[in-house]
């Protein structure tokens, strides 16, 4: 069984930051990649990155690219996503993914095996 803890979500200015933390709990898997994804009201749930827990390579969507940092705590067994110059349209609920079959990073839910409850993240203007 795994699960996925995640924490760090907040109320920040337009401008701002906030690094959100995701520790990964119970079977440890040899290979797997951790995933961010995003949810606004009424809207789908989003890529945001991901990275290669062995390797340590990464890769985000384009909206978060140069602003959004994906790193890994091998002794913590935790992923972050440090967040800078947040914007309004940031503002979603954060969802931390685990990938147990990681060939690729994947950035579709699907690729997706076991998730974390959320945060939310608010970015006022």
């Known amino acids: 069984q795994v699960r996925l803890v995640e924490s760090g979500g907040g109320l920040v200015q337009a401008g701002g930051s906030l690094r959100l933390a995701c520790e990964v709990a119970g079977h440890i898997f040899s290979t797997y990649a951790m995933g961010w994804f995003r949810q606004a009201p009424g809207r789908e749930r989003e890529f945001v990155g991901a990275?290669?827990?062995?390797?340590?390579?990464?890769r985000y969507a384009n909206s978060v690219k140069g602003r959004f940092t994906i790193s890994r705590s091998y002794t913590q067994n935790t992923v972050y996503l440090q967040m800078d110059s947040l914007k309004p349209e940031d503002t979603s609920v954060y969802y931390c993914?685990?990938?147990?079959?990681?060939?690729?990073?994947?950035?579709?839910?699907?690729?997706?095996?076991?998730w974390g409850q959320g945060t939310q993240v608010t970015v006022s203007s």
């Open positions: 993914a685990i990938d147990t079959n990681w060939i690729d990073l994947g950035t579709h839910e699907h690729d997706y095996d076991y």
């Open positions: 990275i290669g827990w062995s390797d340590g390579s990464t």
